[in-house]
């Protein structure tokens, strides 16, 4: 894996708990783990947003349900 060099700026205050937090660590690899974790983090929501979508349509397809409908449902399921 071929790495890179990136420059953001942060607020001082951050900077500094980040340098005291981590001290003594390899400050890239933890930045590197944090990068990947936000990547991972960002597909799961994308990923969670398409599904919501697709259960939201498909609700929109469903034809309302009544209550007592789904009480006799729950009840027929029911040994």
Known sequence: ????TV???VPEEIKRAFNE???GENKSAVI???M?????DRQR???R???IDTLLELRRSQR???AAEVAAARRAGRP
């Open 36 to 40: 990947r974790q936000a990547v991972e």
């Open 7 to 9: 420059n953001y700026s």
């Open 32 to 34: 590197a783990d944090l």
């Open 64 to 66: 309302p349900v009544t």
């Open 1 to 4: 894996m071929s790495t890179s």
């Open 21 to 23: 937090a981590f001290a």
């Open 45 to 47: 929501r994308r990923r």
């Open 49 to 51: 947003a398409v599904a």
